[in-house]
């Protein structure tokens, strides 16, 4: 398995690029995060990959971080998501993004993906729920303890009626590291303005 290149960026197609490792080039199919933050042409990169083998063809997919290259392989796992869709959501849409959309289970802001259905979507949602969002969720500067309280918070209050939307810029609102009984109260506070 070929998990990491190093090596100059030789050419630049979106969404695929040819990385010259010591004078054998690869071409790697990123999504268009990575894309956007590659160096110019001649310039030293390091992109994490994984490796598709199929029967007709070996393609290598490669990404600027840890976030992306989990969130593709989490992706690709669901029945009915190959690699190009996946590009295709992770190019639409940060892996943040994705993550809060499935702990917010909003379908919405995945169909705005071209190539992203309705049943698509829901399926996402569905099969993602507690490997994405709860791993990546809403991000805070406290990590993933932080993140756990905040994604409580967030449930407690769409449970008291607040739709989604309401509820998450509550959240937004709160300072890092709150406690979830004391984030609620707050969020509360501020819903109530």
């Not at 802001?109 to 569905?126: H, Y």
């Amino acid at each position: 398995m070929i998990g990491k290149l190093s090596g100059i960026l030789a050419e630049k197609n979106p969404p695929q690029i040819v990385l010259d490792v010591q004078g054998v080039g690869y071409e790697v199919d990123v999504p268009m995060s990575t894309f956007y933050n590659l160096p110019a042409l001649g310039e030293a990169v390091v992109v994490l990959t994984h490796l598709v083998v199929r029967e007709d063809a070996q393609l290598l997919y490669g990404f600027a971080t840890t976030g992306e290259r989990e969130a593709f392989r989490q992706l690709i796992k669901i029945s009915g998501v190959g690699p190009r869709t996946a590009l295709s959501v992770l190019s639409g849409m940060s892996v943040q993004d994705l993550a809060q959309a499935i702990t917010l289970q909003e379908a919405g802001r995945l169909i705005k993906v071209p190539g992203i259905g309705k049943k698509t979507a829901e399926r996402l949602l569905l099969e993602l729920k507690g490997k994405l969002g709860a791993d990546m969720g809403i991000a805070t500067a406290g990590g993933s303890m932080a993140s756990a309280d905040q994604a409580d918070i967030l449930q407690a209050l769409v449970a008291l009626g607040y739709s989604d939307r309401d509820a998450a810029l509550a959240l937004k609102a709160l300072p890092a590291g709150v406690g979830v009984s004391e984030g609620i109260k707050l969020a509360l506070k501020a819903l109530a303005k």
